[in-house]
């Protein structure tokens, strides 16, 4: 009959690995410092980068709530299982490695190539590298079992590298004239006539111009950032999991054409102050909250739909 061991025991199997990936952690920080304190300037200052700060805290959580889910479930486990669980095989140490080295590779590019690449390009890849180093640790350190336990929490921390400047241009122009769109549909429902021309939109009395400022950019990466989490935390299935981000997408649009929609209507029909005034530049959290609703009310429809489909017998 299999004993228990105690508890300082089992904490024992686990210290050299907590200690190494603290090392290796403590590495990655050091080599890539200037580019973290780059990133963290970015997020304090730019608007398309604020979400950036909310990343490792919410990583740091979510990897703290499953090590206390299974420190609860291993108690429902004996001591044999659970060390049986912590060995880390020849191959799993080689991928690590091999994992570490994609990094190092990373960080080459992004520091050889500061003259020749684009803007923004040698910090993306710097911190992506950095990212690249943390998944190497936790796989070397711990081995595959853990590593895909917090497959999610650690491919999460990809959204600290922030989009180089050609890129998020690019997203930025998407999100105007999409924008711009969903309020010319607007109008039209309500039958107010409404031309658009790019990311110009005119309406009987008002002409509306959707500048990057106003495209939302940092509201649209919050509730990308908010739909992750919640499909992980709340959806079992892969499917009604990107279902429910895709959503995420038109949704964000939708909210930033109700915005310029609302705005519009209240400057031409209620006082002309409100195209200049609070809602104008600071009422970006209300519809904020109105995506957030949307989305949570399309995350119930989704689990109301999987968790029948969870449950269903399996066929014999």
Same mark, same amino acid.
């Given at each position: ?28 920080? #050091?080599? $890539? ?31 703290? /709530? ?10 429902? %486990? ?44 040698? *910090? #993306?890849? %710097? ?8 998944? $190497? ?28 400047? #050609? ?6 122009? $998407? ?13 039209? +429902? ?42 992980? /935390? ?27 929609? %609302?705005?519009?209507?209240? $400057? %031409?029909? +209620? ?19 109105? #995506? ?16 029948? *489909? ?7």
């Amino acid at each position: 009959m299999m004993r228990h061991l105690p508890n300082s025991n089992r904490e024992m199997t686990t210290r050299p690995q907590w200690l190494a990936f603290g090392f290796l952690c403590a590495l990655s920080i #050091a080599a $890539g410092w200037h580019s973290l304190t780059q990133t963290l300037a970015l997020a304090l200052h730019e608007d398309a980068y604020t979400h950036i700060l909310l990343i490792l805290p919410l990583s740091l959580a979510l990897v703290y /709530l499953h090590l206390a889910t299974a420190q609860t479930n291993s108690c429902q %486990t004996d001591s044999h299982e659970a060390n049986s669980q912590r060995t880390i095989s020849q191959s799993t140490i080689v991928s690590g490695i091999a994992v570490l080295a994609v990094s190092g590779l990373l960080i080459g590019l992004g520091r050889w190539g500061q003259a020749t690449m684009p803007a923004g390009v040698p *910090l #993306a890849l %710097t911190m992506a590298a950095l990212v690249v180093w943390w998944i $190497g640790s936790v796989l070397l350190c711990f081995g595959v079992d853990v590593f895909r336990a917090l497959l999610f929490p650690v491919c999460f921390l990809f959204l600290l590298v922030p989009l180089p400047g #050609a890129m998020l241009n690019e997203v930025v122009s $998407g999100l105007q004239h999409q924008s711009a769109f969903a309020a010319r549909i607007l109008f039209r +429902v309500i039958d107010v006539p409404a031309t658009q021309d790019g990311i110009m939109l005119s309406i009987p009395g008002l002409d509306i111009e959707v500048a990057p400022e106003c495209s939302s950019i940092r509201s649209s990466m919050m509730l990308l950032v908010v739909t992750l989490v919640l499909a992980h /935390l709340f959806l079992r299935s892969w499917w009604c999991k990107g279902v429910l981000i895709v959503a995420a997408i038109p949704l964000s649009i939708a909210k930033n054409g109700l915005r310029i929609f %609302t705005i519009g209507e209240l $400057g %031409t029909r +209620v006082d002309p102050g409100f195209l200049d005034g609070r809602l104008h530049h600071h009422g970006g959290i209300i519809f904020f909250g109105i #995506a957030v609703i949307a989305i949570s009310a399309v995350l119930l429809l989704l689990r109301l739909i999987e968790f029948p *489909l969870c449950e269903r017998p399996r066929a014999t």
